[in-house]
């Protein structure tokens, strides 16, 4: 770690010793959540993209997005190594045969990595199998990538997640058990949520091995359950110095090996009635990494488990 925090960009050049982007993929998919399997309507924040927003057309195969993705990246950052991201919705929903078609599709020559976006309750020993083997053919890293968003499981039950910690920490145990990366979506402007619910939400992502985490303010989508809670005053938001300083512990409680991919995030505006207080992305994070390099804080340096490693190990 280099700076105040351990980018995802710089693990990936510690893994690939070059710069690597993502290549998104849009399959017609949709979430247990929204067709009754467990819930209808979706998480109160999920819009009807299902989190995606600069994807291309799912009626196009995984070679075509694959193929249209990585010639635009190629041409604008001259890059050479990839990630395939199944992004949108569950993409693990659905039959196993069909998901064993989609990711035997991502075997390129210039894919490293597959990460799948899914839900807890979506995770299969079957599907988990077929990736163990698949990345010893093929050499190709996989990740795993679970919306946890808060370890209040109160709050769980008002975002409608259809799914609650315990599910969370059984997937990650499966997933564990096969050795992938996992990477976790964080909430941390949660109106229900303080910062003890931060702190925890990163202890419990230590002790789940987690390996890389997203982390959200609260953008509200236009037409989400959400929308309407917010112009009927149902909910009041967190200030953005109350997310900054969310941010920063929960920075400081989680593993400094941990990658984080952001510290705040984004959608177009547009689809949007709020996001991250009418200020730019960039200007929210980089007030958060002035904060840490003016007070000396840094990833990690609350993290209790690091203690509880070197107890152990010196037992042994």
């Not at 199944?86 to 599709?105: G, V």
């Not at 995030?265 to 960039?282: K, V, Y």
């Amino acid at each position: 770690m280099t700076g105040v925090y351990y980018k995802v960009s710089d693990y990936y050049k510690d893994t690939y010793k070059e710069k690597v982007y993502k290549l998104p993929i849009k399959l017609p998919l949709t979430c247990p959540n929204r067709d009754g399997a467990c819930g209808f309507g979706g998480c109160i924040y999920c819009s009807e993209t299902g989190g995606s927003y600069e994807n291309l057309d799912s009626s196009l195969s995984v070679e075509e997005q694959l193929s249209k993705n990585r010639d635009y990246i190629t041409n604008r950052y001259k890059a050479k190594k990839f990630i395939a991201y199944f992004q949108n919705f569950s993409n693990t929903y659905m039959s196993l045969n069909d998901f064993k078609s989609y990711i035997k599709a991502c075997d390129k020559d210039y894919i490293v990595g597959v990460s799948i976006a899914t839900r807890s309750d979506c995770i299969t020993e079957d599907k988990l199998k077929f990736l163990y083997d698949w990345k010893n053919i093929t050499g190709i890293d996989i990740t795993i990538e679970l919306g946890l968003q808060t370890a209040n499981y109160k709050t769980l039950k008002i975002l409608n997640r259809g799914e609650s910690l315990a599910d969370f920490i059984l997937a990650c145990n499966l997933i564990n058990k096969y050795d992938f990366r996992i990477s976790t979506h964080v909430i941390l402007a949660l109106p229900w949520d303080d910062i003890n619910d931060t702190i925890e939400t990163a202890r419990i992502l230590n002790a789940l091995n987690v390996k890389e985490v997203k982390i959200h303010s609260l953008f509200i989508a236009k037409n989400t359950k959400l929308a309407q809670m917010y112009n009927t005053g149902q909910i009041v938001l967190k200030t953005k110095e109350e997310y900054q300083k969310n941010v920063v512990e929960f920075l400081r409680h989680i593993d400094s090996r941990c990658a984080i991919a952001r510290l705040v995030g984004r959608a177009p505006e547009e689809d949007t009635i709020f996001c991250n207080w009418d200020r730019s992305w960039w200007l929210i994070r980089d007030e958060i990494v002035s904060f840490m390099e003016e007070n000396s804080i840094k990833q990690g340096d609350k993290n209790k488990q690091i203690i509880y490693e070197k107890i152990k190990g010196d037992k042994l």
